[in-house]
């Protein structure tokens, strides 16, 4: 006789347990703060434009308002002379304060850059990419070309706008 008041002592207090943790995450869920959800970059969208040398760049950014892929072509100056090539990167990188600095490499050499902006709007903007001095190899024109100074890629400019968001 004595196991029955026992389970009911149990039961009661479970009961009571269990009710006030379903009203104390009532009380959480019932007050008037604002619910926030993942913030959107003002700058989602695809990016294009075209380089100081009047060559196409293109960039995305996501809406968690990161670099997730760009393409910039840049005229090479070699010993015999200038190529064309599209630098690329995929390396993620987040904009901070408005701002971002992407490296990007010339497939099949060893020739890098660094493409910068910082935002003057959510719509367009203009940067600049960085020079590149020192030794490279690149393939040109079905040529392997080797150079051990100089700077074949100069410093230069471009601007951009959204296309897509």
Do not use: H
Request: overall charge positive; some cysteine.
């Amino acid at each position: 006789m004595r196991i029955l008041p026992r389970c009911r002592n149990r039961s009661l207090i479970l009961t009571l347990v269990l009710s006030s943790l379903i009203f104390s995450q009532c009380d959480k869920d019932d007050d008037d703060s604002p619910v926030s959800g993942p913030t959107i970059s003002p700058y989602v969208g695809m990016w294009q434009g075209t380089t100081g040398q009047n060559l196409p760049l293109m960039f995305r950014v996501t809406q968690e308002g990161k670099i997730d892929s760009l393409s910039v072509r840049i005229r090479v100056s070699t010993p015999m002379g200038t190529c064309t090539g599209t630098f690329f990167s995929d390396t993620v990188i987040a904009i901070q304060s408005q701002t971002f600095a992407v490296p990007a490499q010339l497939p099949g050499s060893t020739l890098y850059t660094m493409v910068r902006t910082t935002f003057s709007s959510s719509s367009s903007t203009e940067g600049s990419y960085d020079k590149y001095s020192g030794s490279y190899v690149l393939i040109c024109g079905g040529y392997l070309i080797m150079g051990s100074g100089g700077t074949p890629v100069a410093a230069g400019t471009w601007q951009a706008t959204k296309s897509t968001q």
